[in-house]
């Protein structure tokens, strides 16, 4: 039989059906092929607010409406804080880094100065009640990142009355915060030495009254949220990243948490006295974005057991280290204007005492000397770990200083989480990594 003839007999019908040149059932081949969907296409999401957080790039290969294939494109609100610290002096500093992770400037300013206290070499010379104080202050903070991270995430998945509620009380926070530090956000409040000024009375009342406020609050977004059908059906088995995901990519925080991994640097690696206060590392093991907002609720209420243990340790005493060398030289005080000089400090540098004068003067255009060496600091932030390379050259100004970024690492993670999922799924799996644009992009 020729060539042509075999062929043909492979094109012949058998009950109206037609047959290929290799034997299979072309009607078969042709039902299991969608030409619409079997079309990739590339689609740009974001840079867009609110639901890439502000100025997050995704690029997504889509298919229909599966992820294909995800990146992330960062850098869109690139401050160069890192490189203007070498211009600055060690104190200058925390005025700069406050601001990288704009929803947790008490744990940047923290991190920092843990990281210079360690190169000059008096970690153990830090006050009990300074030490308490930054514990207090990180523990509210950690509360507010949390309600900023529910009351956008409620948003961005049609939930707009948690958006209203999380703010409500955040602002509860920030209110204290002003009394505190004078600034609602981006305090400068935690230095190298201690922290600029002692906690008021009047801020404690604040923070008793949130305390007793705050657990109706968290039972009122439980029962908005965690009964809700639409809410559980956009959180459950969505973004699923397991425990040896995590770690291969270096996620950490309550992502990590929300994994079963119970890793939390205040319980593993302590730092500022955690070791001597009581709390627990929730964690969940379904590893999805049900379980990132079950493990984040749960730090919200530890993170209130933490509050009320350091306000039951707050001890009179000094806020700063007793080496003039290295305190800061101002007394600060909240006036009608905010925040200044105390007008006994102005009076005694101004009038009084040459020697203050100089100091001052001195303290506050060049700054204080720091040994040779570098060091690495890391610590728990609402993120995740936050860390802090920094390098002396035994200048007055930083050599180098590196920040280990959570939002940043953690964005590693989003194409694991949304590649194979649908499309609607990339914004609730973004959501919970709860990236903040100016700390991955400092």
Not at 52 to 59: E, N
Not at 87 to 101: A, E, L
Not at 197 to 216: G, S, T
Request: glycine share 10%; charged share 25%.
């Amino acid at each position: 039989m020729s060539a042509t003839s075999n062929y043909a007999s492979e094109r012949e019908t058998d009950e109206g059906r037609v047959f290929t040149v290799t034997g299979g059932d072309w009607d078969t081949i042709v039902a299991g092929t969608d030409p619409i969907n079997d079309e990739r296409i590339v689609v740009n999401m974001g840079p867009q607010h609110p639901s890439t957080h502000g100025v997050l790039r995704l690029i997504l290969e889509l298919e229909g409406e599966t992820v294909r294939e995800a990146r992330s494109v960062v850098g869109y609100l690139h401050t160069g804080i890192e490189k203007n610290l070498e211009y600055r002096n060690w104190v200058q500093g925390s005025t700069f880094v406050t601001r990288m992770d704009y929803l947790a400037p008490i744990f940047n300013e923290t991190a920092y100065a843990l990281a210079v206290e360690k190169l000059l070499g008096i970690t153990d010379d830090i006050t009990e009640r300074a030490t308490t104080i930054r514990v207090l202050m990180m523990e509210l903070n950690r509360i507010s990142s949390h309600l900023v991270w529910l009351a956008t995430t409620g948003m961005e998945l049609g939930a707009i009355s948690i958006m209203l509620y999380g703010f409500r009380e955040r602002e509860y926070i920030l209110d204290i915060f002003e009394t505190i530090t004078g600034l609602r956000m981006n305090h400068a409040y935690v230095r190298p030495g201690g922290v600029a000024q002692d906690v008021p009375d009047e801020a404690i009342v604040k923070i008793r009254e949130f305390l007793k406020m705050m657990p109706k609050k968290l039972k009122e977004y439980e029962d908005l949220l965690s009964g809700q059908p639409i809410w559980t059906e956009r959180t459950k088995n969505v973004a699923v990243l397991d425990v040896t995901g995590c770690v291969a990519l270096g996620i950490t925080g309550p992502v990590l948490r929300s994994a079963g991994l119970a890793w939390d640097l205040r319980k593993t690696m302590p730092y500022c006295g955690y070791e001597t206060y009581e709390f627990d590392v929730p964690t969940h093991p379904d590893g999805d974005v049900w379980g990132r907002y079950q493990v984040r609720l749960a730090e919200i209420r530890e993170s209130m057991k933490l509050v009320e243990q350091a306000l039951d340790r707050l001890r009179p005493g000094p806020v700063m280290v007793a080496d003039r060398k290295i305190a800061w030289p101002a007394q600060l005080a909240i006036g009608v204007d905010g925040m200044g000089n105390s007008l006994e400090h102005v009076a005694k540098i101004m009038g009084q005492s040459m020697e203050s004068l100089i100091h001052h003067f001195k303290l506050v255009t060049e700054g204080f000397r720091v040994p040779p060496g570098q060091v690495y600091v890391a610590i728990e932030a609402p993120r995740g770990e936050l860390g802090v390379h920094a390098v002396s050259d035994g200048g007055t100004r930083p050599y180098r200083v590196h920040y280990r970024e959570p939002s940043f690492v953690n964005l590693q993670a989003l194409p694991a989480m949304a590649e194979g999922g649908l499309i609607a799924d990339v914004i609730a799996g973004g959501a919970s990594l709860d990236p903040v644009m100016g700390g991955c992009d400092r």
